[in-house]
């Protein structure tokens, strides 16, 4: 979790400028702002945790698959909008809590704590995603769950395992789906 989040701060940045002289409303880049702040602070939480625990970031192995789908979609940022909030952070999503019960389980109640605050934020980072793909989407003219369906299938087709529990919706109703692949 701690690469994802500090792979998270150079895409905001990048998704700002490319959006400035897009139509996009002014709450777009509130939102990623919003985002980028709390990356921020989830980085220091568990930064923070490793370090009062004689470790530090870098010390520990972790996947890349976040800024692997950032680089595969580097073209568009609808696409990448569409991968990365909404796919590869939703799956984010769906493990935190079964990851939390094994931490309650261990009494490691300190990180329990930041992991739940991390996962709170987090349902809002797939919600500006998914928000942000559904105004590409439409200023497109293109159907936002169609166009969706099709770009899963085309990024992700074979390395997705078993029903994602979808995040979908803007920021005022954000609501999870099965959606078996
Ligand atoms: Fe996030």
Not at 93 to 98: E, I, K, N, S
Not at 102 to 112: F, P, R, S, T
Not at 119 to 146: K, M, T, Y
Not at 152 to 165: C, I, N, Q, T
Request: with cysteine; glycine share 8%; aromatic share 10%.
């Amino acid at each position: 979790m701690p690469l994802h989040i500090l792979n998270s701060m150079p895409l905001i940045w990048r998704w700002m400028p490319s959006t400035v002289f897009g139509n996009m409303p002014i709450e777009y880049y509130g939102d990623w702002l919003k985002v980028a702040a709390e990356e921020a602070y989830h980085f220091s939480l568990l930064r923070d945790y490793l370090q009062q625990h004689g470790h530090d970031y870098g010390d520990f192995p972790a996947h890349q698959s976040l800024w692997e789908m950032a680089q595969r979609t580097a073209h568009d940022v609808m696409v990448r909008m569409a991968l990365v909030p909404r796919v590869m952070e939703a799956r984010g999503l769906d493990v935190t809590p079964g990851l939390i019960k094994k931490l309650q389980h261990a009494k490691d109640n300190e990180l329990v704590a930041r992991l739940e605050i991390i996962h709170r934020d987090e349902i809002g980072h797939v919600a500006i995603g998914s928000n942000g793909f559904a105004i590409f989407a439409s200023n497109a003219n293109w159907h936002a769950r169609s166009t969706f369906r099709q770009l899963v299938d085309e990024y992700m087709k074979g390395s997705l395992k078993g029903p994602l529990m979808m995040w979908c919706g803007c920021r005022r109703g954000l609501v999870k789906r099965s959606w078996r692949i």
